[in-house]
């Protein structure tokens, strides 16, 4: 009895440190990383500029930008702007794999665009 008690303690600890291996990987592949980049005009993005810019966010952040392609958030428009702040919105990557795609949320302030990356869920 003894015996079969240690197993299933040992079972349960390999268990938690298993999940808990699981619940840090997802909280570091799925947190927000950021980068600055300088404006290319002071003027809100076009769709081909805020393409551009986040296509150069994702390609600094290390990530193989070949493998992701825009995708379209309503069917028709690629870019995602704000309603309320047009120097504001997002563009959705989706990935030609099944990794899951990111999301680049872009906000303009002056001359330098904040560009927040974080992967799709």
């Keep these: 009895m003894k015996r079969l008690s240690q197993i299933i303690l040992v079972i349960l600890g390999l268990a938690a440190v298993g999940f808990a291996g699981l619940f840090a990987y997802s909280h570091w592949e799925y947190r927000k990383r950021e980068v600055t980049l300088p404006a290319p005009t002071q003027q809100p993005l076009s769709e081909k500029q805020a393409i551009a810019v986040s296509r150069e966010a994702l390609h600094k ?15 028709g428009n690629l870019y995602a702007r704000n309603t309320l702040n047009p120097l504001s919105g997002y563009v959705l990557w989706a990935s030609s794999d099944s990794h899951p795609g990111f999301v680049v949320h872009l906000e303009q302030t002056g001359e330098v665009i904040h560009c927040g990356v974080s992967r799709c869920k």
């Design 61 to 75: 952040l290390g990530e193989e930008v070949t493998r992701f392609t825009p995708l379209t958030y309503d069917g």
